[in-house]
T-cell receptor, first 112, second 114 residues
Framework: EAQVTQNPRYLITVTGKKLTVTCSQN?????MSWYRQDPGLGLRQIYY???????DKGDVPEGYKVSRKEKRNFPLILESPSPNQTSLYFC???????????FGSGTRLTVV | DQQVKQNSPSLSVQEGRISILNCDYT??????FLWYKKYPAEGPTFLIS?????DKNEDGRFTVFLNKSAKHLSLHIVPSQPGDSAVYFC?????????????FGAGTRLTVKP
């Protein structure tokens, strides 16, 4: 089944404790992206990647890092999480030339 | 700076009636528009799209209308069904640029009452 898989689905952590949210897609898509969803703000892009080793900032990159060492994986790294990063995170992928993203099921992160 | 705006946070309609969800955008460079549907505890799923060279695209019960001069698009669902109850996101992109290409609205929660 074609899908984008994120882990974990739920995570509660403390301020300053580094964490990684994993994302994997099995569709051989070139583009991958991370979004966060917050009430009243919709989905805002954090980082995106056009292919292996090619990443760039989205609208809200502060406090996040990403890497794209393999085509299928695009982990999101929070080096020192803060409470304002409490949010619902979505990973998404799409093929080059296709403008609709396929989204994962989301990761609900709470930073206390 | 929200380039894509959905000014109605919620909409409630009766089963069988028409649902109309609206979306406005400010960037005249946007040339491709999409609607996504999101159920609780799931990721958004693609619903329907429209290119700026068209003013209407239809797929079953779903029709998207684009008014470029007004920078406005709408999603019509006819007839509405209880299973359509979800949050709907409008998205817009500039196909010429592959980076940082898609902007989403804040979403409209549709409730279809039986």
């Amino acid at each position: 089944e074609a899908q984008v898989t994120q882990n974990p689905r739920y995570l509660i952590t403390v301020t300053g404790k580094k964490l990684t949210v994993t994302c994997s897609q099995n569709m051989n898509h070139e583009y991958m992206s991370w979004y966060r969803q917050d009430p009243g703000l919709g989905l805002r892009q954090i980082y995106y990647s056009m292919n292996v080793e090619v990443t760039d900032k989205g609208d809200v990159p502060e406090g996040y890092k990403v890497s794209r060492k393999e085509k299928r994986n695009f982990p999101l790294i929070l080096e020192s999480p803060s409470p304002n990063q409490t949010s619902l995170y979505f990973c998404a992928s799409r093929a080059s030339g296709n403008y609709g993203y396929t989204f994962g099921s989301g990761t609900r992160l709470t930073v206390v | 700076d929200q380039q894509v705006k959905q000014n109605s946070p919620s909409l409630s309609v009766q089963e069988g009636r028409i649902s109309i969800l609206n979306c406005d955008y400010t960037n005249s460079m946007f040339d491709y528009f999409l609607w996504y549907k999101k159920y609780p505890a799931e990721g958004p799923t693609f619903l329907i799209s429209i290119s700026s060279i068209k003013d209407k695209n239809e797929d079953g019960r779903f029709t998207v209308f684009l008014n470029k001069s007004a920078k406005h698009l709408s999603l019509h669902i006819v007839p509405s069904q209880p299973g359509d109850s979800a949050v709907y996101f409008c998205a817009a992109s500039v196909r010429l640029y592959n980076n940082n290409d898609m902007r989403f609205g804040a979403g409209t929660r549709l409730t279809v009452k039986p």
